[in-house]
């Protein structure tokens, strides 16, 4: 398999894309209709060394983020953090109507933001897994994204890299506020989501696959399941105020109370047999959870 294409900068990008060159090394918005790439020279898989915000509708052809495919018929917003690879395949840019933001790391330096901005879990979604905006929403992303564009192309001066800066926080809060709505509204889908994980852990425990392969990972989870582990715990967290790690250690706690109130297995045997390499860090989770120590709980059945 041929290794991604690797572009540093903004500007390369650019030149990529056959845009005229960036009016600010360190961010830049532009629309897909500028770009005048031949479309076969962008179905190389690439990564940057920056961010990249979308926001697409009306378009033709498939998206590749990672190993899944998104078709773009309808409007969507897709969010990409440095060093992830994507990669477009079939894409008619003379039909693809929308805006791109890239924004370099650099350029959000000495602000709150470059620390917040890797808390967004968005930015590490499949493409699946894409912001579906309504109407309303889409105009106030749009507007902001404007906002930014004229911001860039307007001379420097003291206070442009702050309003700049004010105006992607603002941007990120809203993607971070329809998602929300989105786990919400889909409540059909996120339903089905549910019923898989508790598939998949069913199987799991029914399997032992806690003695042979330990607690299962939340990677491993969301692999099964074919989606991201951070959307799988943002979705969680959503409908039931929990993390999916939250979410393994409760099953794992049901499963502790049943084998203590129905076996004679000793504590540290329960441990083991629950994928736990220290009887400590079983006994630990437990008493967290339940307030009362393992041995505690037995003894109320006798």
Known sequence: MKAPE?????????????????????????????VAADPSSLRTAVTTDFYVVAIK?????????????????DGIMYFIAPHQVMQFEDILLSEVKGSVLLVHPDFLQGYPI?????????FSYAAHEAL???????KSVTDIIDNIRRET?????????????????????????????QFLTRKKMNHDL???????LDDYFKNNRLIIDGIPTVQ?????????????????????????????????????????????????????????????????????????SPLEFRQTFN
């Open 132 to 138: 579906h905006l309504s109407e309303r929403e889409e």
């Open 6 to 34: 690797k572009i540093t900068s903004i500007t390369t990008l650019h030149l990529y894309l056959k845009l005229g060159r960036p009016s600010n090394p360190l961010i830049s918005v532009f629309d897909f209709t500028e």
């Open 220 to 292: 491993f989870i969301a692999s099964e399941m074919n989606i991201s582990p951070n959307y799988l715990s943002d979705m969680l967290r959503v409908h039931t105020g929990q993390t999916t790690q939250q979410h393994i250690q409760n099953r794992l706690i049901e499963r502790a109370k049943e084998l203590l109130s129905t076996t004679m297995m000793t504590v540290s045997e329960i441990a083991y047999h629950l994928g736990f390499e220290h009887p400590q860090s079983f006994h630990r989770l437990f008493k967290n959870r339940t307030a009362i």
């Open 57 to 73: 509708n009306d378009c033709a052809g498939k998206f590749k983020y990672g190993q899944q495919y998104y078709d773009f018929q």
């Open 114 to 122: 470059a620390a917040t901005i890797k808390e967004y879990g968005y």
């Open 194 to 200: 549910l019923i898989q994980l508790e598939g998949v």
């Open 153 to 181: 192309e307007n001379n420097m001066d003291v206070f442009t890299q702050d309003l700049l800066v004010s105006n992607i926080d603002l941007l990120l809060k809203y993607c971070d506020r329809f998602y929300n709505r």
